[in-house]
Every structure is written in structure tokens, then in C-alpha cells.
């Protein structure tokens, strides 16, 4: 059974650091995985989305790793600002990718501090 | 554009009666998803609709909940006999395709009292 394990839980920085986001799945055998942000009392924003194929994947401030062999992808953050404070969570989705359904971590609480 | 749209908002209902939850998704999105997220518990899958194939109802918990998809387009969530349990915030998204990036709604917070 596919399990996704994210670490810190929760994490506290100053504005203008750079950051690093770790997660973690037991099951190497994964067709995507992507990492989201979630607002309090908001839905799910997708950040970044990594085909297994792909080692990174960047947007703006965002770097998305993924070493599929080890079962690890990090979510870097550049030069932190007080509005990347949210939840930040990775999803796999298993094996062939027949379906989209998602395997979530429990995610990581992130307060920028201005 | 428009986003997933979920109704209602909020929702509190009494321990025993039946809730129906409502999501509009993108249009032209044929994947739509329903997750529920529980108080300290990451974002459980429910059931999964693409275009006319079966429904994946493989994570929905028990008989008491029960999901359809009209026309393609709204999905109605629903719990009969509501239980504390069952007290959680419900996700619905949707996608172009059958792996694409999702798209969330911004769920319905239910209370079972």
C-alpha cells in the first residue's frame, strides 16, 4: 500500500529564506507526482506537476525534485515571503496512471515571518 | 474563468439524517474526484468519475455514501444516515484528462451533531 510521509509537519522561517520541503512514498512504482498548496479554508492549488519520466520541474520561485528510485521529492522555495504561508502537500498518483487518483501526504504547515 | 464549485459551504446537520453534497466542475472537464478531509488526517479519496466508464468507488468508507454524476457534469455527493464520524470538509476537482493536474473546489465543511 502506497504511503506518503511529509516532513516537517510544520515549519516556521524569516521572510527572504530559502526552503526546502521533503516528502516521501514507500511505492517507487508512481506515475506523477505533484505538489500542492492549500489555503486555510480553501480548496487545493496545484504548484507543480512531475511526470515519473522527469527528474524537475520549476515555476517562478518553485522548484519540484523527484528521485523516483529513493522514493523522495522536495519542494525548494526561493527567497520565502510571508504569502507562501500555507499547507503544502505532495500527492503521487500509483503505478500506470490509468486513473488521477491521488495519494496525499498529511503536508506541511509553512509560516513565513515577515 | 470559473473554478470547481462546490455547494453548500458549510453544512450542519443532526446525526441520522441524510446530506447531499453538490459540485460543479470546470466545463469540459471530464475527470472529476470527491476527497474528504478529516481534522488532523490528510485528503482521503472517495470516488473517481471519468467521461461515461464506471465510477471508481473504491474509497468511498461504507453503504452509506453514494456518489452520481449527472450528464457528465454535476456530481452529488451523498451521505444517508449521517454519523459524527462523517464530520470532515469535502473536496471535489476536476481535470481535462484522466492524469492532468487537478483543479479543487473549495469543499463543504459538514458538521454532524
Do not use: M, W, Y
Given at each position: 500500500k502506497q504511503e506518503v510521509t511529509q516532513i516537517?509537519?510544520?515549519?516556521s522561517v524569516p521572510e527572504g529564506e530559502n526552503l526546502v520541503l521533503n516528502c516521501s512514498f514507500t511505492d517507487s512504482a508512481i506515475y506523477n507526482l505533484q505538489w500542492f498548496r492549500q489555503d486555510p479554508g480553501?480548496?487545493?492549488?496545484?504548484?507543480?506537476?512531475?511526470?515519473s519520466s522527469q527528474?524537475?520541474?520549476?515555476?517562478?520561485?518553485?522548484?519540484?525534485s523527484l528521485d523516483k528510485s529513493s522514493g523522495r521529492s522536495t519542494l525548494y522555495i526561493a527567497a520565502s515571503q510571508p504569502g507562501d504561508s500555507a499547507t503544502y502537500l505532495c500527492a503521487v498518483v500509483a503505478g500506470g496512471g490509468a486513473t488521477n487518483k491521488l495519494i496525499f501526504g498529511t503536508g506541511t504547515l509553512l509560516a513565513v515571518q515577515p | 474563468g470559473a473554478g470547481v464549485s462546490q455547494s453548500p459551504s458549510n453544512k450542519v446537520t443532526e446525526k441520522g439524517k441524510d446530506v447531499e453534497l453538490r459540485c460543479d466542475p470546470i466545463s469540459g472537464h471530464t475527470a472529476l474526484y470527491w476527497y474528504r478531509q478529516s481534522l488532523g488526517q490528510g485528503l482521503e479519496f472517495l470516488i473517481y468519475f471519468q467521461g461515461n466508464s464506471a465510477?471508481?468507488?473504491s474509497g468511498l468508507p461504507s453503504d452509506?455514501?453514494?456518489?452520481?454524476?449527472t450528464g457528465g457534469s454535476v456530481s452529488t455527493l451523498t451521505i444517508?444516515?449521517?454519523?459524527q464520524e462523517d464530520s470532515a470538509v469535502y473536496?471535489?476537482?476536476?481535470?481535462?484528462?484522466?492524469?492532468?493536474?487537478?483543479?479543487?473546489?473549495?469543499g463543504t465543511r459538514l458538521t454532524v451533531t
Open positions: 516537517p509537519a510544520a515549519l480553501k480548496g487545493l492549488t496545484s504548484l507543480l506537476l512531475i511526470q527528474r524537475e520541474q520549476t515555476s517562478g520561485r518553485l522548484n519540484a | 465510477p471508481d468507488k452509506r455514501f453514494s456518489a452520481e454524476r444517508q444516515r449521517t454519523q473536496l471535489c476537482a476536476s481535470s481535462p484528462g484522466s492524469v492532468s493536474p487537478l483543479h479543487f473546489g473549495n
